[in-house]
């Protein structure tokens, strides 16, 4: 199982967005494509909520899943359960892939987590290096991606 490390990186970048949707065309492009259960918990978080996982992120490297939401449930219950909620859906889903689409997401999930940047801007071009780096799945592969995760649309129309 995958950490729930790029979750609260997301949550750390999104500090950068105008709640409660994001305007900037850079920031927007990032948060359409987010999957649904991302944007859910976006939403229903606030600029305290990404202000404490921010102040957690040292923490927080190197726990596993269980060490990383003992962490955030102490210092604020609710938004660890909201944190768990969104990692249990979007797993839930990346899980029923078949295996070389579900490679593929585990993959970039682990590439983009270890990303280490200090604006939005770095971070997107550093995503999309490693976007680059991976290469594109195959089409049947993207189909089924895209199936599960409509929003993902257009991730590899640049590639």
Avoid at 94 to 117: G, H, V
């Amino acid at each position: 199982m995958i950490s729930p490390k790029v979750f609260i990186l997301f949550g750390l970048f999104t500090i950068a967005f105008s709640f409660p949707i994001p305007n900037d065309e850079e920031e927007r492009e990032l948060y359409d494509l987010l999957p649904e259960e991302i944007k859910d918990f976006y939403r229903e978080t606030s600029e305290a909520d990404l202000s404490l996982l921010h102040g957690l992120r040292e923490q927080l490297k190197g726990k596993n899943e269980q060490e990383s939401f003992r962490i955030i449930k102490a210092a604020h219950a609710p938004l660890a359960e909201r944190l768990k909620t969104m990692y249990t859906k979007l797993f839930q889903k990346i899980n029923k892939l078949s295996e070389k689409p579900k490679t593929y997401l585990t993959n970039l999930i682990r590439r983009i987590e270890d990303i280490d940047a200090e604006s939005l801007e770095d971070w997107l071009a550093k995503v999309d290096k490693v976007a680059v780096t991976l290469g594109k799945p195959d089409q049947a592969s993207q189909n089924e991606i895209l199936t599960t995760f409509p929003t993902l649309d257009g991730f590899w129309d640049d590639m």
